[in-house]
């Protein structure tokens, strides 16, 4: 999927992935690549990404963050993935409360923003803006935070229209998530 051509159409077409062996599932943009195929993944992630587009979807399951308030959690996590990857400046578009149909008795919040990142690892490349969604799902009776995370790199040229279409195609993905079974927490429900 380009970038350019994403632009062009008023949907991203989705279908269902399952994760962590088909104990979660939730839609995510078609003909995106597990990367779990071509590199080292950590266990508590799921990371599927787009080549063309360079757009990236990464769900994990992190510890439950006790000290960080329900209204806050999306904004404690995506300030914690700017500094694991050194971005330069963070810029927060939206952030609020999210209702997922399957998962209405857990908090659920979002965020929408930028960073400013540089593209390679020893930070002495160009720096790119990347737009970030994250969905943080507090699993309290599990001790366990989701995250659900997609994110792309724009540039002063991408259109409030392609935002838009990220914003929808981030509401759908989140808004679709399923917990299939509470096996791999251990009993927990």
Avoid at 144 to 165: C, G, R, Y
């Amino acid at each position: 999927m380009e970038v350019e051509s994403v632009s062009n159409i008023s949907s991203i077409p989705l279908e269902v992935v399952g994760l962590y062996g088909e104990t979660f599932s939730t839609l995510m943009p078609k003909g995106m690549k597990d990367m779990s195929e071509v590199r080292q993944v950590p266990n508590h992630q799921e990371f599927y990404a787009d080549v063309e587009s360079k757009m990236s979807v990464i769900t994990e399951i992190n510890e439950y963050q006790s000290k960080v308030e329900d209204s806050k959690a999306a904004a404690f996590f995506f300030e914690n993935m700017a500094k694991d990857t050194d971005a330069k400046s963070i810029h927060v578009s939206s952030q609020g409360n999210l209702e997922i149909p399957e998962l209405k008795d857990f908090s659920t919040s979002y965020i929408i923003g930028e960073h400013v990142v540089n593209q390679r690892i020893d930070n002495r490349g160009p720096v790119e803006r990347v737009r970030v969604h994250i969905a943080v799902i507090r699993l309290k009776n599990v001790t366990s935070d989701m995250l659900l995370n997609l994110s792309i790199p724009v540039t002063d040229q991408t259109s409030n229209e392609h935002k838009a279409l990220l914003e929808k195609t981030f509401f759908e993905m989140a808004k679709s998530f399923k917990v299939n079974s509470w096996a791999v927490f251990k009993g927990g429900a």
